[in-house]
């Protein structure tokens, strides 16, 4: 059965689940039906090469097609990601190759690991096509005290990206496929500030998408007054995070989640309950928690260090939680309101 049939059926099973549940009492159950739903009517905007097989590894990972137009062609937006964490640039360029190696394309390289330099002279060295990698810069302006000092800073972050980037791949990164906003300004001017400059960046043609970090639903709907929508809010999203309202926020505008820690703060509260779970589908706890991710809607970016885990924290997209297994996990943490 091909990938995009399966996406269909589970697209009905889903509707005809949420179409039952909105007739019970029950909050959760309505919230996981919809999630369901969300995640599978995603699929079905993906064309079957989203779902093709790395050479390195043999696993699928699929992708899901961003909102937001660009003024480059867009790819797919593979749901896995290595972030590069705080280490050198020696560190940084190990690591890269091996996530390359593991199946990862797509790559959050942020300004705050210091280390994009040893990122882009592993992209440089490796074998793979700079069109079959994904790759997202990011920019810290947080601290503006205006609008025109968020521009400023914002725009000077854009083009340090650009450039620290193709100079030390030679050439190969000559655009990003996405910029993104480590944090909101704490002002209004200074959001508006921020994502003008970065709507300029991108009408200059230097990126595909443009998206933020741990933005609140009103700094979200400052940018789309902007003009330009953000494509991506990265949150802190887990089994041990995860906030009344926050998903749907996001997908009422259009905007996906992709959670910047997903294992650090569940797997040292939780991983016992994950591990008995995780026996039913032959996974792991990480597995289970990642997994638990992507079918709320979302998708991950993981922190690896060991080339095992590269391969496990990728190794999540051939399995499906059932439903008690969802609830069990929904309820270990209950959601706060989200803001």
């Known amino acids: 059965m091909n990938t995009y049939f399966y996406a269909i059926l589970s697209l009905s099973l889903a509707l005809s689940s949420a179409l039952d549940v909105s007739k019970t009492s029950s909050n959760q159950s309505r919230r996981q039906a919809l999630s369901n739903l969300a995640y599978t009517s995603s699929l079905l905007t993906l064309p079957q090469s989203s779902f093709a097989a790395t050479q390195e590894t043999g696993i699928s990972v699929p992708s899901i097609n961003l909102s937001t137009p660009s003024t480059l062609p867009a790819k ?58 994904y790759i997202c810069g990011t920019v810290l302006s947080n601290q503006a005290r205006n609008y025109k000092d968020a521009f400023d800073k914002t725009q000077k972050g854009c083009l340090e990206n650009l450039n620290v980037m193709n100079k030390n791949s030679n050439g190969k990164i000559d655009y990003l496929d996405m910029i993104m906003l480590d944090y909101p300004c704490s002002g209004e001017e200074g959001v508006k500030g921020q994502w003008d400059a970065f709507t300029a960046f991108l009408n200059e043609k230097n990126v595909v998408h443009l998206a933020v970090s741990n933005f609140s639903p009103r700094q979200l709907d400052i940018c789309s007054e902007r003009g330009s929508v953000p494509t991506v809010n990265q949150l802190p999203f887990s089994i041990a995070n995860h906030p009344r309202g926050m998903m749907e926020e996001n997908i009422k505008r259009n905007i996906h989640v992709q959670s910047w820690s997903p294992l650090s703060s569940t797997l040292p509260r939780y991983k016992n309950v994950m591990d008995t779970i995780g026996q ?60």
């Not at 705080?86 to 360029?93: G, L, Q, R």
């Not at 593991?102 to 300004?111: D, E, I, K, L, T």
């Not at 330099?117 to 990698?133: C, H, T, V, W, Y």
């Not at 590269?310 to 008690?324: I, M, R, T």
Request: glycine content about 6%; some cysteine; aromatic content about 12%.
């Open 76 to 133: 797919p937006f593979p749901l896995a990601s290595f972030g590069l964490q705080v280490y050198d640039n020696d560190t940084a360029y190990k690591l890269t190759l091996t996530a390359l190696e593991a199946g990862y394309r797509n790559f959050f390289a942020s300004v705050l690991a210091a280390n994009q330099k040893g990122f882009a002279q592993a992209i440089r060295d490796s074998n793979i096509p700079r069109d079959e990698l």
């Open 280 to 339: 039913t589908y032959d996974k792991s706890a990480a597995q289970v928690g990642l997994r638990w991710i992507v079918q709320n809607g979302g998708s991950y970016c993981v922190q690896s260090k060991k080339a095992t885990h590269f391969v496990e924290d990728l190794n999540v997209f051939d399995f499906e939680l059932n439903q008690k297994d969802m609830d069990t996990l929904n309820n270990l943490q209950p959601p706060v309101a989200f803001s």
